[in-house]
């Protein structure tokens, strides 16, 4: 049986998490990685992996069935998303809440024309949370849904914060805060602002000479990432950086508390709890799960964005719909 064949464009933390995850797939192997930077400068996880220039990346669109797009949400995949729609079929985890109608449509258009299936926004949130957000809303349509994030470290935040001008390096920490959790499952049904629920820190080592007083109302006034939100900015060494916050954990929770019966007497919680010893191997796995889709869905004759609730869960899978029958069902 031939091989699904994945790219990887961007080689930070998530691109070598898919270098590695594609190896614990026995239906996948990969064919380039594909960057910004001199390609003889990258040293890859794996010893046999290819590394080119993205700018020859199109020289590849009839060799590659799946382009897994590994760049930042801010900058990266806004622009990448789009212009990759036009060669491959795609899978990308962008992560700007606010934004994904928008992107959608213009990854949509393009793909619509070139053929290809082009999956957005498939990470765990957006990504698996979305799914079970929508599941436990269609099972219980009277209630609320929450959703909480952390604590841990956010890729997303943490980029958003390296782009300022003056940063050297920087992690974000997004941290539930637990009264609102216990509200929540005490079946109180609170109406939660955004700062009610999260508050965010960053630790932040800064370039020679940069004004720590203008990194930290940059960071605070950021639209999308920290401006709702109740953020600290901690300015520290790069050794306290390595030798504090060198991992990536994260994960959070979904609760749907919802009720039932003629009078709706009858409380239910349905809750969806991921705890991540890295977060950038956990997205890569998502990623990868979701570029078999994309191939299979491309051969069936499918063309266009899609999110993840748009896709039946077997399109995952590297099993059968015969072995998913016996084995899960």
């Known amino acids: 049986m031939s091989k699904i064949r994945i790219g990887i464009v961007g080689y930070g933390n998530l691109g070598k998490s898919v270098e590695t995850g594609i190896m614990q797939n026995k239906d996948m192997e990969l064919v380039g990685i594909f960057t910004r930077r001199d390609p003889s400068t990258i ?3 794996t010893d046999d992996a290819s590394v080119y220039h993205i700018d020859d990346a199109r020289k590849w669109k009839d060799q590659i069935n799946v382009m897994i797009l590994c760049g930042g949400s801010m900058s990266d995949i806004p622009e990448q998303g789009p212009y990759f729609a036009k060669m491959f079929n795609t899978v990308d985890g962008y992560d700007t ?7 959608f449509d213009e990854v949509n258009k393009n793909a619509l024309e070139s053929g290809k299936v ?13 799914i079970n957000r929508l599941y436990a809303e269609a099972i219980l349509p009277v209630g609320n849904t929450y959703t909480f994030w952390g604590k841990g470290i956010s890729q997303g935040h943490s980029d958003a914060i390296r782009r300022i001008k003056g940063v050297k390096d ?14 929540v499952r005490n079946g109180e049904m609170p109406e939660l602002t955004i700062r009610e629920k999260h508050k965010r820190e960053c630790f932040v080592v800064v370039e ?20 709702d939100y109740d953020t600290e900015v901690h300015f520290i060494t790069e050794e306290e950086l390595i030798k504090n916050h060198s991992g990536l954990p994260h994960g959070g929770v979904v609760i749907r508390y919802g009720k039932t019966g003629i009078s709706n007497e009858q409380n239910h919680i349905i809750e969806y709890k991921l705890d991540l010893g890295s977060n950038p191997d956990f997205t890569a796995n998502v990623l990868i799960a979701y570029a078999r889709a994309a191939y299979r869905l491309h051969k069936e004759g499918s063309s266009g964005a899609k999110t993840v609730v748009d896709i039946a869960p077997a399109y995952l899978s590297s099993k059968s719909a015969e072995e998913i029958r016996r084995s899960i069902i």
Do not use: L
């Not at 809440?97 to 992107?103: C, L, R, T, V």
């Not at 082009?118 to 979305?130: A, E, L, V």
């Not at 020679?208 to 401006?227: L, V």
């Open 43 to 45: 040293k890859t996880v």
């Open 118 to 130: 082009c999956i957005i926004s498939s990470g765990w949130d957006p990504g698996m949370f979305s």
């Open 170 to 183: 920087a992690k974000q920490y997004t941290i539930p805060i637990e009264k609102a959790i216990d509200a």
């Open 97 to 103: 809440h606010a934004k994904i109608p928008d992107y």
């Open 208 to 227: 020679e000479g940069a004004d720590k007083a203008q990194i930290e109302q940059e960071i605070k006034s950021m639209p999308n990432y920290f401006a």
